[in-house]
Nanobody
Framework: QVQLVESGGGLVQAGGSLRLSCAAS????????MGWFRQAPGKEREFVAG????????YYADSVKGRFTISRSNAKNTVYLQMNNLKPEDTAVYYC????????????????WGQGTQVTVSS
């Protein structure tokens, strides 16, 4: 079992930055592709960013490309999402996920999910 705990969400003005963290316990993350998803009220969950097991490959949705950066530290068992130039449309609950089988660019069936952290961007 893997427990994922997100932190770092909050309220920020448009154009600001936040850094989300996802700390894992119970098992090392090095065997898992990791990703961040988000879900806004009334919308489907969106796959935002993914990172390969070793951290050398990343994927971004078009909506966040150039503004968000995903990274990981397998030594610290933690995944990060640096979010810059935030926009009101980035407002959502952000979830991290661990996927043992799928590639980093398509986390189709994550094995583990965090509880989510709220990000609110005011205009």
């Amino acid at each position: 079992q893997v427990q994922l705990v997100e932190s770092g969400g909050g309220l920020v003005q448009a154009g600001g930055s936040l850094r989300l963290s996802c700390a894992a316990s119970g098992r090392t993350l090095s065997s898992y592709a990791m990703g961040w998803f988000r879900q806004a009220p009334g919308k489907e969950r969106e796959f935002v960013a993914g990172i390969s097991r070793g951290g050398s490959n990343t994927y971004y949705a078009d909506s966040v490309k150039g503004r968000f950066t995903i990274s990981r530290s397998n030594a610290k068992n933690t995944v990060y999402l640096q979010m810059n130039n935030l926009k009101p449309e980035d407002t959502a609950v952000y979830y991290c996920a661990a996927d043992f089988n799928d590639p980093y660019y398509k986390l189709g069936s994550p094995d583990y999910w965090g509880q989510g952290t709220q990000v609110t961007v005011s205009s």
